[in-house]
């Protein structure tokens, strides 16, 4: 996906843009051999379909078109928190998309593939980037072609969306650059997720579920419809627990969780097809932002830069609000000399604040004990905070209204710590001292 956002970003300011991608990709939207997570529940966050959709303005309307299911947030979909079982069903005014990760991606490919200037080279295998003689700056890729030869293709500008970003760090090591600090939360997550055919008989009070984890059992999971009539069912725990891919014991496992809904939901549901399992060690995030040189005229984006605990549904959108950084930063560099020196330099410091609020997220996984890495100094005052923040925003709609923004990524997390908000916060916390 970031590929393919990136690659229309480009498209408006380069003469040619080159895709390489490893697979024979499919006619139609199904999983393939380059993308194994693609089987498991994806989410589009809202403020990641706001930002592809300024780089494909009828891209809503072509993911409804394809089969995406509509489904109004807070209404429509049943969130339940530890402690708020559910978090109060109100009418926000958005919306979201569910469907299935083979669905986005094969919309967003078809759109990519109506710009005259984008070429796909299929089945192609990149080996390694190729530097300048005095290995300053990354000038084109070397790749294995579908027949096996040794191809090379120049550039004026490489981007890495490998996902992880092997080639990127290993580019540094052969110029000798040191490679970016990375910091770690390890998590151990395993989740599974099976396919069923939606009941007759399906609650009519929600259309979607999301259940959150309680810290004794750190079991989670989630339900959404996806095209054909069909939901999608995800669950998920961590530290080295994993679902079952036995469709008697998933549905056991689903008995398990905190409060009996998707449980009920299931326990009676007609299946379809196997159940797919994948794991995740750890998030880490690349303190690119932090190295001194780099080299010119090549650009890792996505999970290169930070990869996030897949339970938030925070990948797709991040990446594509990395790109909406990228085609800015071009904006205002066109028509100026020397547009690209500097450039993922300034991206990096850019994207910052895009970071900022899923990586916050990430770390909330340090209310497991087991949990690896540094955890932060201040996370049981943020706790705290974000406990009576929840309280308040159960009984304010216009505080929950902000709260999903924040958390969909359509605000920076400093909406919330407007004046008005933090000090009623502040005295729900004194209330419950």
Same mark, same amino acid.
């Given at each position: 996906?970031?590929?393919?956002?990136?690659?229309?970003?480009?498209?408006?300011?380069?003469? $040619?843009?080159?895709?390489? %991608?490893?697979?024979?990709?499919?006619?139609?939207?199904?999983?393939?051999?380059?993308?194994?997570?693609?089987?498991?529940?994806?989410?589009?966050?809202?403020?990641?379909?706001?930002?592809?959709?300024?780089?494909?303005?009828?891209?809503?309307?072509?993911?409804?078109? @394809?089969?995406?299911?509509?489904?109004?947030?807070? @209404?429509?979909?049943?969130?339940?928190?530890?402690?708020? &079982?559910?978090?109060?069903?109100?009418?926000?005014?958005?919306?979201?998309?569910?469907?299935?990760?083979?669905?986005? %991606?094969? *919309? #967003?490919?078809?759109?990519?593939?109506?710009?005259?200037?984008?070429?796909?080279?299929? +089945?192609?295998?990149?080996?390694?980037?190729?530097?300048?003689?005095?290995?300053?700056?990354?000038?084109?890729?070397?790749? &294995?072609?579908?027949?096996?030869?040794? !191809?090379? =293709?120049?550039?004026?500008?490489?981007?890495?969306?490998?996902?992880?970003?092997? =080639? !990127?760090? %290993?580019?540094?090591?052969?110029?000798?650059?040191?490679?970016? #600090?990375?910091?770690?939360?390890?998590?151990?997550?395993?989740?599974?997720?099976?396919?069923?055919?939606?009941?007759?008989?399906?609650?009519?009070?929600?259309?979607?579920?999301?259940?959150?984890?309680? *810290?004794?059992?750190?079991?989670?999971?989630?339900?959404?419809?996806?095209?054909?009539?069909?939901?999608?069912?995800?669950?998920?725990?961590?530290?080295?627990?994993?679902?079952?891919?036995?469709?008697?014991?998933?549905?056991?496992?689903?008995?398990?969780?905190?409060?009996?809904?998707?449980?009920?939901?299931? $326990?009676?549901?007609?299946?379809?097809?196997?159940?797919?399992?994948?794991?995740?060690?750890?998030?880490?995030?690349?303190?690119?932002?932090?190295?001194?040189?780099?080299?010119? +005229?090549?650009?890792?984006?996505? &999970?290169?830069?930070?990869?996030?605990?897949?339970?938030?549904?925070?990948?797709?959108?991040?990446?594509?609000?990395?790109?909406?950084?990228?085609?800015?930063?071009?904006?205002?560099?066109?028509? !100026?000399?020397?547009?690209?020196?500097?450039?993922?330099?300034?991206?990096?410091?850019?994207? /910052?604040?895009?970071?900022?609020?899923?990586?916050?997220?990430? %770390?909330?996984?340090?209310?497991?004990?087991?949990?690896?890495?540094?955890?932060?100094?201040?996370?049981? /005052?943020?706790?705290?905070?974000?406990?009576?923040?929840?309280?308040?925003?159960?009984?304010? @709609? &216009?505080?929950?209204?902000? =709260?999903?923004?924040?958390?969909?990524?359509?605000?920076?997390?400093?909406?919330?710590?407007?004046?008005?908000?933090?000090?009623?916060?502040?005295?729900?916390? #004194? @209330?419950?001292?």
């Amino acid at each position: 996906m970031g590929g393919l956002i990136a690659a229309k970003a480009l498209a408006s300011h380069f003469e $040619k843009v080159t895709v390489l %991608e490893r697979d024979a990709l499919p006619t139609k939207p199904q999983a393939r051999t380059g993308t194994p997570q693609s089987r498991q529940v994806h989410v589009l966050l809202r403020g990641g379909l706001d930002a592809l959709t300024k780089f494909f303005p009828d891209f809503e309307t072509e993911l409804e078109r @394809a089969g995406a299911v509509r489904a109004r947030v807070g @209404a429509e979909i049943r969130i339940e928190l530890p402690g708020f &079982d559910p978090f109060p069903q109100r009418d926000l005014p958005f919306d979201t998309l569910c469907m299935t990760r083979p669905l986005v %991606e094969f *919309v #967003a490919r078809r759109l990519v593939e109506q710009q005259g200037n984008i070429a796909f080279q299929l +089945r192609c295998r990149v080996t390694r980037f190729l530097t300048s003689p005095d290995q300053s700056e990354v000038v084109g890729v070397r790749y &294995d072609a579908a027949g096996g030869e040794s !191809t090379t =293709l120049a550039a004026d500008l490489v981007v890495d969306a490998s996902s992880r970003g092997t =080639l !990127t760090l %290993e580019a540094l090591d052969s110029i000798g650059m040191p490679r970016p #600090a990375e910091t770690e939360i390890g998590i151990d997550l395993g989740y599974a997720t099976a396919t069923f055919d939606i009941p007759s008989a399906a609650p009519p009070d929600w259309r979607a579920v999301i259940h959150r984890p309680a *810290v004794e059992s750190g079991r989670g999971a989630f339900l959404f419809p996806i095209e054909n009539n069909r939901w999608h069912v995800n669950l998920n725990a961590v530290h080295g627990e994993t679902p079952p891919d036995d469709i008697k014991d998933f549905i056991a496992f689903a008995k398990t969780l905190r409060t009996p809904t998707i449980y009920d939901a299931i $326990k009676d549901a007609t299946a379809v097809g196997p159940i797919y399992r994948f794991g995740l060690p750890c998030s880490v995030r690349r303190q690119f932002e932090a190295l001194e040189r780099f080299p010119g +005229r090549l650009l890792p984006i996505g &999970d290169a830069i930070c990869r996030f605990n897949p339970a938030f549904g925070q990948g797709m959108s991040v990446v594509a609000q990395q790109v909406g950084v990228l085609g800015r930063l071009l904006d205002a560099r066109t028509g !100026t000399g020397g547009r690209l020196d500097g450039l993922a330099q300034a991206f990096f410091a850019a994207i /910052q604040d895009v970071l900022a609020a899923p990586w916050s997220a990430a %770390e909330n996984d340090f209310i497991y004990p087991k949990t690896r890495g540094q955890c932060p100094a201040n996370f049981q /005052q943020r706790l705290n905070y974000s406990g009576a923040l929840l309280k308040l925003a159960a009984e304010d @709609a &216009d505080v929950h209204r902000i =709260l999903f923004e924040v958390n969909n990524l359509m605000k920076p997390p400093s909406a919330l710590r407007d004046p008005h908000i933090t000090s009623r916060v502040a005295a729900v916390m #004194a @209330a419950s001292a």
